[in-house]
Structures are given as structure tokens and as C-alpha cells.
T-cell receptor, first 113, second 113 residues
């Protein structure tokens, strides 16, 4: 199994809503990532978890809150988002912090209305 | 921190034409280099990677890339493209032992049948 599974695939939320994006991998990878990708732009790193500890936080607004409940799961909690937060949110994992190869999920396409 | 530049935003080729996509990075130390492909509606997939050793790296689907340290470049090549190669191509870089992977802006390749 070399898949990174993200749910939901699509999400529409209002600016006052609270929602969560979920990511799961069963490859035994110990590093997991959240990226944000706007249309026709490259993925931008948001957060990195290494061995279930937050190791990189790229100055992301606090309305995005990551959580790593265990080594297979990564969540991104969303609250009070803005329309400009609409984007494709990508989860990735790699075996460890050496980042020999990152496997990406298909992403959650988020629309904030 | 490392950064990546991809010079071609959109490349249009006919089938059987040869392809070369440019990628330059800026980072003073040793780097790991990657090329990812994103087919329409699909997730990012690794085409090839370079860590050390032979600077000419062969990947999947007939792609190859050459690391030229003196030029800080890692250009992607394919001798003869197919219509199915139509996709977005991203170059990425990270420093060894560092899971902070940065992507270039991407190059959209359109192959006409």
C-alpha cells in the first residue's frame, strides 16, 4: 500500500464554520506534511510533523491548526477561514525526516464561501 | 532556505518532439533534488530523484534528469514525448536530513497529438 488517503475530496465551508481535513497513510512513514496549492501555483509547505511532533510551521495563520494523533494520521482543523484560503490542500508522507521520497495524497479541494 | 526556479511556465510540443524543462536551485550546501508530475485531476507523483552519485538520473516513463552542480541545475529531459505526458511538472529541492521540501512554480506541458 503506497497510498496517502485524504478525506474529504471536496469541502465547501462558510467563514464561521469549523471543519477538519484528514490524512491517513499505512506505509509506516514517520514524517507527514500539509501543503497548500492554489490554482496554477506550486505546493506551499504549511506544516511538517516528524515522529508525531510538529517540526516545521511555516508561519501559517492560527485559523489552521494541525494535529497528529498517531503516526498514521494527520488532521488539519479549520476555523474562521477566509475566502482566500480556498485552495487544494495536499497531505504527504515520507519514511522519516531524511525525506528520501514524499508520497502525496490527491488532496482536498476547499472552497470557503 | 533553499529555493527553486523553473523558467518555462508553459511548454507546447508535438508528439515525438524532445523535451527539456529547466530547473535551477539556490542553496549553498548539498541538496536532494526531485521532479514530480501532476497529471490533470491526479495527485503528485515522483518522476525521479537525485541524492548523490551519477549525476544523470533515470526515472519512470522514459524521463531523465541531469544534475550539474556548477550550474545549480537539474533539468528534466525526455527524447520523445507522448500525448499522455501532458501534465504539470514540478522541480523540488531539500537539504539532506531536512524535511523542508520546496517546489518550483511548475511548468505546464501540453503535448499535441
Amino acid at each position: 500500500d503506497t497510498e496517502v488517503t485524504q478525506t474529504p475530496k471536496h469541502l465547501v465551508m462558510g467563514m464561521t464554520n469549523k471543519k477538519s481535513l484528514k490524512c491517513e497513510q499505512h506505509m509506516g512513514h514517520r514524517a507527514m506534511y500539509w501543503y497548500k496549492q492554489k490554482a496554477k501555483k506550486p505546493p506551499e509547505l504549511m506544516f511538517v510533523y516528524s515522529y508525531e511532533k510538529l517540526s516545521i510551521n511555516e508561519s501559517v495563520p492560527s485559523r489552521f491548526s494541525p494535529e497528529c494523533p498517531n503516526s498514521s494520521l494527520l488532521n488539519l482543523h479549520l476555523h474562521a477561514l477566509q475566502p482566500e484560503d480556498s485552495a487544494l490542500y495536499l497531505c504527504a508522507s515520507s519514511q522519516d525526516e531524511l525525506l528520501t521520497e514524499a508520497f502525496f495524497g490527491q488532496g482536498t479541494r476547499l472552497t470557503v464561501v | 532556505a533553499q529555493s527553486v526556479s523553473q523558467h518555462n511556465h508553459h511548454v507546447i510540443l508535438s508528439e515525438a518532439a524532445s523535451l527539456e524543462l529547466g530547473c535551477n536551485y539556490s542553496y549553498g550546501g548539498t541538496v536532494n533534488l526531485f521532479w514530480y508530475v501532476q497529471y490533470p485531476g491526479q495527485h503528485l507523483q515522483l518522476l525521479l530523484k537525485y541524492f548523490s552519485g551519477d549525476p544523470l538520473v533515470k526515472g519512470i516513463k522514459g524521463f531523465e534528469a541531469e544534475f550539474i552542480k556548477s550550474k545549480f541545475s537539474f533539468n528534466l529531459r525526455k527524447p520523445s514525448v507522448q500525448w499522455s505526458d501532458t501534465a504539470e511538472y514540478f522541480c523540488a529541492v531539500n537539504a539532506p536530513n531536512n524535511n523542508d521540501m520546496r517546489f518550483g512554480a511548475g511548468t505546464r506541458l501540453t503535448v499535441k497529438p
